[in-house]
C-alpha cells in the first residue's frame, strides 16, 4: 500500500491520471449539490474549479523536477487560493431584502480548489479526510440544520413553472394559503429544458406552518413542475 502511494506521489503519467479523475470525483461531489438547487456555478462549475487547481499545483510540481529545483513549489498554488476569491464573489449578491445569498456556493468553490490543490500535489490522506468531510456538511448536517431552524417562518423555495404566463398563478396559489411573499427572482431556464422557468421566492409563512405544506400547496398548481425549499 505504502509503496503505491510513493509511486503515485511521484510526477508520472499513472499518478497525473489519477489525480485528474480524483479533482472531477472532488468537484463533482460538491458541485451536485449546488446544481440540484439550481444555483449558477454548480456541478461542471466546481469540477473545472477543482481540476485547473490540481493541474496548476502538478505545474508547479513539475517546474520543480525538470526545470528549475530552487523555484517555490507553493507560489502557483499560493494563487489559485487567491485568484478563487474572485470567482467566488460574483457567486454572492444581497437581495432587495437585504439578504445575502451565495455564501455556500463560494464556500463550496473555495473547497473544491483547496481540495484540487491537494490532489495535484499528491497529497491523498487529505483528500479523502476532506471528502469525507465534504460529504458529511452536503448531506447529513443538511438534516441537522433542517432540524434546528426548521420552524422558522421565513423560507426559500426553488419552484420549475412550465411557462412564464403561468408565474402569476403560481404566486396566487402561495398567497391563497395565507404565505406572505417577501422576495421572488425570476429566471428563463437557459438548458435544453427550453420554456421551464424558475422561480425563487421567499415567503413568510403563517404560524407553525412546515415546508413540506407549502410543498404541498404549491403543487396543486398543474403548472408547477418542481418544487423544494432552499
Given at each position: 500500500?505504502?509503496?503505491?502511494?510513493?509511486?503515485?506521489?511521484?510526477?508520472?503519467?499513472?499518478?497525473?491520471?489519477?489525480?485528474?479523475?480524483?479533482?472531477?470525483?472532488?468537484?463533482?461531489?460538491?458541485?451536485?449539490?449546488?446544481?440540484?438547487?439550481?444555483?449558477?456555478?454548480?456541478?461542471?462549475?466546481?469540477?473545472?474549479?477543482?481540476?485547473?487547481?490540481?493541474?496548476?499545483?502538478?505545474?508547479?510540481?513539475?517546474?520543480?523536477?525538470?526545470?528549475?529545483?530552487?523555484?517555490?513549489?507553493?507560489?502557483?498554488?499560493?494563487?489559485?487560493?487567491?485568484?478563487?476569491?474572485?470567482?467566488?464573489?460574483?457567486?454572492?449578491?444581497?437581495?432587495?431584502?437585504?439578504?445575502?445569498?451565495?455564501?455556500?456556493?463560494?464556500?463550496?468553490?473555495?473547497?473544491?480548489?483547496?481540495?484540487?490543490?491537494?490532489?495535484?500535489?499528491?497529497?491523498?490522506?487529505?483528500?479523502?479526510a476532506g471528502m469525507i468531510a465534504v460529504t458529511?456538511?452536503v448531506i447529513a448536517l443538511q438534516r441537522v440544520?433542517?432540524?434546528?431552524?426548521?420552524?422558522r417562518n421565513v423560507r426559500e423555495y426553488y419552484?420549475?413553472?412550465?411557462?412564464?404566463?403561468?408565474?402569476?398563478?403560481?404566486?396566487?396559489?402561495?398567497?391563497?394559503?395565507?404565505?406572505?411573499?417577501?422576495?421572488?427572482?425570476?429566471?428563463?431556464?437557459?438548458?435544453?429544458?427550453?420554456?421551464?422557468?424558475?422561480?425563487?421566492?421567499?415567503?413568510?409563512?403563517?404560524?407553525?406552518?412546515?415546508?413540506?405544506?407549502?410543498?404541498?400547496?404549491?403543487?396543486?398548481?398543474?403548472?408547477?413542475?418542481?418544487?423544494?425549499?432552499?
Amino acid at each position: 500500500m505504502n509503496e503505491w502511494l510513493d509511486y503515485l506521489r511521484e510526477l508520472n503519467m499513472a499518478s497525473v491520471c489519477v489525480r485528474i479523475m480524483l479533482a472531477v470525483v472532488c468537484g463533482g461531489t460538491i458541485g451536485l449539490e449546488r446544481g440540484i438547487k439550481g444555483r449558477a456555478a454548480g456541478f461542471r462549475t466546481h469540477i473545472l474549479v477543482c481540476v485547473g487547481a490540481a493541474v496548476t499545483t502538478m505545474t508547479g510540481q513539475y517546474i520543480i523536477i525538470y526545470l528549475n529545483p530552487n523555484a517555490d513549489p507553493a507560489r502557483m498554488g499560493a494563487q489559485v487560493v487567491s485568484g478563487i476569491g474572485f470567482l467566488g464573489v460574483g457567486t454572492i449578491v444581497t437581495t432587495k431584502a437585504h439578504r445575502v445569498r451565495g455564501l455556500t456556493t463560494a464556500a463550496g468553490l473555495w473547497t473544491a480548489a483547496c481540495l484540487g490543490l491537494a490532489v495535484g500535489i499528491g497529497f491523498y490522506e487529505a483528500v479523502v479526510a476532506g471528502m469525507i468531510a465534504v460529504t458529511v456538511v452536503v448531506i447529513a448536517l443538511q438534516r441537522v440544520d433542517r432540524f434546528f431552524y426548521g420552524n422558522r417562518n421565513v423560507r426559500e423555495y426553488y419552484i420549475e413553472v412550465d411557462e412564464i404566463q403561468k408565474v402569476r398563478r403560481v404566486l396566487a396559489q402561495i398567497k391563497k394559503y395565507d404565505y406572505k411573499i417577501l422576495e421572488t427572482m425570476i429566471e428563463q431556464d437557459r438548458s435544453e429544458r427550453g420554456g421551464v422557468v424558475v422561480v425563487i421566492v421567499t415567503v413568510k409563512s403563517p404560524e407553525r406552518n412546515t415546508a413540506e405544506e407549502f410543498m404541498l400547496h404549491v403543487g396543486e398548481e398543474k403548472s408547477v413542475l418542481f418544487v423544494e425549499e432552499i
